[in-house]
């Protein structure tokens, strides 16, 4: 017999963490990896359109790396906790670094701050940004109240300029203008 998908121990609105602790599902720590689940879900849509090999490769890492801050952002890092998971650690870091420079060395200088679009993989690479960014300030607040160690809200924080620089490398392999911002 095949098992089922439905548990049935989250039917009062509780949910467990990795490490067997419960808590609410509306929690500050399940909230976080939710929208990281969310983004993740947007890197999957990416990957569905995005035409060349080596974003589809990005994207395919980026989803894997997803599952990772999730599970570490679902562990926490006290000393009850015996759970050793994989975590987000310094090399996930330096490979968006290393990305954003060598797409930014490709594109022309960047000299106004521009407008989101141009085509449908950018608009929602910009959109996976936006994403991204909520999970940054919700790591940040989480943060606050317990340690979640020195990587994740670095790493967030670079995969948002990464995602920021991906946009604009689609628009421009595609020909596709940026369009400045003017204000009113």
């Given at each position: 017999?095949?098992?089922?998908i439905?548990?049935?121990?989250?039917?009062?609105?509780?949910?467990a963490?990795f490490?067997?602790?419960?808590?609410l599902?509306?929690?500050?720590?399940?909230?976080?990896?939710?929208t990281?689940?969310e983004l993740n879900?947007y890197?999957g849509l990416?990957?569905?359109?995005?035409?060349?090999q080596?974003l589809?490769?990005?994207?395919?890492?980026?989803?894997?790396?997803?599952f990772?801050?999730?599970?570490?952002?679902a562990?926490?890092l006290?000393?009850e906790?015996k759970?050793?998971?994989d975590r987000?650690?310094?090399?996930?870091?330096?490979l968006?670094e290393?990305?954003?420079?060598k797409?930014?060395?490709?594109?022309p200088?960047l000299?106004n701050?521009?407008?989101g679009?141009g085509?449908e993989?950018?608009?929602?690479?910009n959109?996976?940004?936006?994403?991204?960014r909520?999970?940054?300030?919700?790591?940040?607040e989480?943060?606050?109240k317990e340690?979640?160690?020195?990587?994740i809200?670095?790493?967030?924080n670079?995969?948002?300029?990464?995602?920021?620089?991906?946009?604009?490398?689609?628009?421009?392999?595609?020909?596709?203008e940026?369009?400045?911002?003017?204000g009113r």
């Amino acid at each position: 017999m095949a098992a089922k998908i439905y548990t049935k121990t989250g039917d009062n609105g509780m949910t467990a963490l990795f490490g067997g602790q419960r808590v609410l599902k509306s929690s500050l720590r399940v909230n976080t990896y939710g929208t990281i689940d969310e983004l993740n879900a947007y890197f999957g849509l990416i990957l569905s359109k995005v035409s060349t090999q080596e974003l589809k490769n990005d994207f395919t890492k980026l989803n894997n790396l997803m599952f990772i801050a999730g599970s570490d952002v679902a562990t926490p890092l006290d000393k009850e906790n015996k759970m050793q998971i994989d975590r987000i650690n310094s090399e996930d870091i330096i490979l968006l670094e290393e990305k954003i420079d060598k797409y930014t060395g490709e594109m022309p200088i960047l000299k106004n701050f521009i407008l989101g679009g141009g085509t449908e993989v950018a608009a929602l690479i910009n959109i996976s940004r936006t994403i991204c960014r909520r999970v940054e300030r919700l790591l940040v607040e989480l943060n606050s109240k317990e340690n979640l160690g020195k990587n994740i809200i670095k790493f967030f924080n670079r995969l948002s300029d990464y995602l920021f620089t991906a946009a604009r490398y689609v628009n421009f392999i595609s020909g596709v203008e940026e369009t400045p911002w003017k204000g009113r």
